[in-house]
């Protein structure tokens, strides 16, 4: 990405609907000058969440992570169980690396009890990320606050919209996270919200402060009966989204969570990266 | 693609850079008002650029065409030959139409002798198209100039930037038809145009009213060692690009013509795609 692209628009302060007025008389327009300050830097990330490879295997998945050009990776189960050893973590981080790529948490993770909550958390310490991706049953919340001080690690709930009886979306996980510990937070999945009926943008700036993760995705309409599709061919307005996460302060990984074509995902997930690279171009 | 996405930047008139200012506080920032009229209209669309799958076949081309959701192609002979039956035209269209694509121009076709230009023109009405893309030598120029007459045909000249010695850029191809009749224009490849070291958005300003078909790609480096990659991953401003073609009033396709990764191409071009389609989005 260039630095003059993003801030041809800011710098001109015209879009194309005053410009189109303009008749073109042969060679008579001048090209724009281009822009010459620096662009402003997004403090967060294009990140990959591991479910979006449900069926493919750790190398696959690392291949077609390396190829959209995405570098870091929020680590499922089932490319790294819960009791891998060691010498398994070694290896995992080891394959990663030889793709350029880095896992920066784990999860989604469900923990409907004392043991899996201790388990989760002993896992992540293991495989050395400081924030877990959960899904907590309310009892267990009490535990994780506890959880939180004693390892340091953020705990982003996941919001999964219809369907989901504990957390649809960030407006219950607050409710439910407003008095415990700050590093309790929310794995915002944007689709899920709009699935439920709730306007993810509106989501973002009430509760951003409280975001610590992203699945971004589009889907096809607000309602349970939408599904994941490439970014830009649904209802999401991500323009507007990730403007609204930029003025959270947002800082963490917007990561793909591709469900469509689940079996052959990598050009709607290439699709998906085209549609972010070109909305944080024009930023 | 929904009718407020776009329209979303224009209507705050407020950029990230001036939002980025406001802290944020809890639940205080109130959520953005949606826009409430219809986006511009943009009069042109995307197109595949046949080139793009040289080593497919057609029923591939038009799998992967239809994937990324393009509708228009601009047919190479490698698809359907030159010499093609009234049978092989009709089977091809049938084909086409199976995936919901529809030729819209043919070529690039070198027209170096007075029989390959009267074999081009017979082809595209044959074809059943009004546009052909070619690349024809200079002393062919006046018969071009007499076919468009008769046929009432688009002649596109293609730019091939370094080691095209009869066409490189859409300043040269201006040069030689700006006296002919007006039918006769360019298919501005505007990778190619970088590749010769001059930028395409000054071009497209510039020789605007003369193209009528276009050649988008990305391209690494201005010059002849660039090669084609992801649009929003090398050095065109594709916005800016974007900006300008609009301006011109631009009515006609813009093709991908995506030249990385020829054997296994899908990601890449759907990449493109999502780049192109945010852009717009925001425009």
């Avoid at 041809?8 to 302060?13: A, L």
């Avoid at 997004?42 to 591991?50: Q, R, S």
């Avoid at 306007?199 to 995705?217: A, C, F, N, Q, S």
């Avoid at 096809?220 to 323009?239: H, L, Y």
Wanted: hydrophobic share 35%; with cysteine.
């Amino acid at each position: 990405m260039t630095s003059n692209r993003r801030t041809f628009f800011k710098k001109t302060g015209l879009g194309v609907t005053a410009l189109a007025a303009t008749p073109l008389l042969g060679k008579a327009i001048a090209p724009e000058k281009k822009a010459e300050f620096a662009p402003r830097k997004i403090p967060y990330e294009l990140g990959m969440a591991g479910y979006t490879f449900v069926k493919f295997p750790l190398e696959d998945t690392l291949r077609m992570t390396q190829r959209v050009g995405i570098t870091h990776l929020c680590i499922k189960d089932f490319h790294l169980p819960l009791d891998s050893s060691e010498k398994d973590i070694e290896q995992f981080h080891q394959k990663c690396a030889e793709y350029g790529i880095k896992g920066y948490a784990v999860g989604p993770i469900y923990m409907r009890n004392v043991d899996q909550v201790n388990q989760a958390f002993e896992y992540a310490k293991r495989v050395g990320v400081r924030m877990i991706v959960g899904v907590p049953n309310y009892e267990m919340l009490p535990l994780v606050d506890e959880k939180v001080k004693e390892y340091d690690f953020r705990y982003a709930i996941h919001n999964h919209g219809p369907g989901d009886e504990l957390y649809p979306i960030p407006s219950v996980i607050h409710e439910k996270i407003k008095n415990l510990d700050r590093r309790i937070g929310m794995c915002h999945d944007v689709g899920h919200t709009w699935r439920y009926g709730y306007d993810p943008v509106k989501m973002t700036l009430e509760y951003g402060d409280r975001i610590y993760d992203m699945h971004i995705k589009d889907v096809t309409e607000a309602s349970s009966k939408g599904t994941s599709c490439e970014m830009g061919r649904g209802i999401i307005d991500f323009p507007a989204l990730f403007d609204a996460v930029a003025r959270t302060g947002y800082s963490g990984k917007c990561s793909i969570e591709f469900e469509k074509d689940n079996t052959d995902p990598l050009a709607g997930i290439a699709e998906c990266v085209g549609y972010y690279n070109a909305v944080h171009d024009m930023m």
